[in-house]
């Protein structure tokens, strides 16, 4: 996992300061960013399943972190009020948001479905 602030966000997902509001994914694969803070206790709960997906999905994408309390232009970028906040980016398409310390078995189902493009009975 790979910890970013805006300059690396402008580099490996979006360049808003160029694109402005018309998404454009500079990725090379699909990511998975996590927006948190050190003292939120449910995005303490959540790191451990994301290292574990960060390991299982290596090849397939990158997830990302980004500290809410250090870039807090990015957080407000995006409309972050609670945290922790998943920004699913594909490739091709437009980024989706879910909140909450989600379970893995729905991280899992959201990265297959919404960054890899898999329907569920490929996935089972």
């Given at each position: 996992m790979e910890f970013l602030d805006?300059?690396?966000f402008k580099e490996k997902v979006f360049d808003f300061e160029t694109n402005g509001n018309e998404w454009s994914f500079e990725g090379e694969k699909p990511c998975l960013i996590d927006f948190y803070?050190?003292?939120c206790?449910?995005?303490?709960?959540?790191n451990p399943i994301l290292e574990e997906l960060d390991q299982e999905f290596s090849s397939e994408i990158n997830i990302y972190k980004i500290d809410t309390e250090e870039q807090q232009e990015l957080?407000?970028?995006?409309?972050?009020?609670?945290?922790?906040?998943?920004?699913?980016?594909?490739?091709?398409d437009e980024p989706q948001m879910a909140q909450g310390a989600l379970p893995k078995?729905?991280?899992k189902r959201a990265i297959n479905?919404?960054?890899?493009?898999?329907?569920?009975e490929e996935t089972a």
């Open positions: 805006k300059e690396t803070a050190d003292w206790q449910p995005c303490k709960t959540l957080a407000s970028m995006f409309g972050i009020r609670s945290i922790p906040s998943l920004l699913f980016c594909p490739v091709d078995s729905s991280l479905e919404i960054l890899l493009g898999k329907k569920e």
